[in-house]
């Protein structure tokens, strides 16, 4: 235990806080299905999830919908318990749903932002915008209304037949795919292992003044259960609250955690004891999402080593 704390303590100190990206307002939200062949001896129970792509003029942010529609649902019912608590402190569990990683592209800065979550700490890690070598074709197809033309190109293992529009010329689209002239609005590997079906598009909605937090002028006086249901879904840009890590320092933690869950909450709660970090009280934040859980198989990851 000691050890661990020790390694937790000096990543944390290690990390430093992210620089603040320029902001973007999404004004067009890109629905996809998400389904993920995880396990290729069983097909026929692949992972789904229902995922979503805020559009921005310059950027973009592609995170879980199911997510994003639960962590609406909690706010209103924290906002309820907090109302019948008798000492405004409710005792309440929440139970996340979908994945809690999200990606922020800026294509014309060539740059990625992933937003990733181990228990209650939100960390960033950043990285440069994949490059991927699409061929362009003449096939064309209309979904929902966007007439889109057709696109294959490798990555990380796989070969990707896409469609793109046009007419939405960012160069973004779901997960880390990139680069075309125009959103990636459907994609597929050439085996169907992974696929983000396009399901639909609308325009954003602006955001209604959030209640929930209402007389909290300082972020440190909000809930930590609530701190990363405050963000504008609309206003595309890493929270500031997020601390900065490498992808090999994230892993990291990550390993540590898998191996003992319980001793790894002790030393996450004594490391935030030396900051305004959150606690893991009776708070339990849970997704069925991300990195599986010890004992599930996964042989077929989306990212695949190249041969």
Wanted: hydrophobic share 35%.
């Amino acid at each position: 235990m000691k050890m661990q704390f020790l390694f937790v303590v000096g990543l944390l100190a290690a990390f430093i806080s992210a620089k603040a990206q320029k902001p973007d307002t999404a004004w067009l939200m890109v629905h996809y299905k998400f389904t993920h062949i995880r396990d290729t001896t069983s097909r026929d129970h692949p992972y789904t999830e229902n995922m979503v792509l805020f559009l921005g003029k310059n950027a973009s942010a592609y995170r879980s919908y199911d997510g994003f529609v639960a962590g609406q649902q909690f706010k209103k019912a924290y906002a309820e318990a907090v109302a019948s608590s008798p000492d405004g402190q409710p005792r309440i569990n929440r139970h996340g749903v979908g994945s809690p990683t999200q990606y922020y592209q800026y294509p014309g800065e060539q740059k990625l932002f992933t937003k990733d979550v181990i228990m209650v700490n939100e960390y960033l890690i950043e990285g440069p915008l994949p490059a991927i070598d699409w061929k362009i074709g003449n096939d064309t197809a209309t979904f929902g209304g966007l007439h889109c033309q057709k696109a294959t190109g490798h990555f990380k293992g796989r070969d990707y037949i896409v469609w793109f529009c046009p007419d939405l010329p960012v160069h973004s689209g779901p997960w880390k795919l990139n680069g075309l002239p125009g959103v990636i609005v459907d994609a597929r590997d050439s085996k169907n292992e992974v696929v983000f079906a396009f399901d639909g598009v609308e325009k954003t909605v602006p955001s209604a003044k959030d209640q929930s937090t209402a007389g909290n002028t300082d972020e440190k006086d909000i809930p930590p259960v609530l701190r990363d249901l405050i963000d504008d879904p609309n206003l595309i840009v890493p929270p500031a609250r997020l601390v900065k890590t490498t992808q090999k320092e994230f892993y990291k933690l990550r390993e540590t955690m898998r191996k003992d869950p319980a001793a790894f909450a002790q030393a996450i709660n004594a490391a935030n004891d030396h900051g305004d970090g959150p606690k893991m009280d009776h708070v339990v934040v849970g997704h069925r999402s991300g990195p599986p859980p010890p004992g599930s198989v996964t042989n077929n990851p989306i990212e695949l080593t190249e041969k």
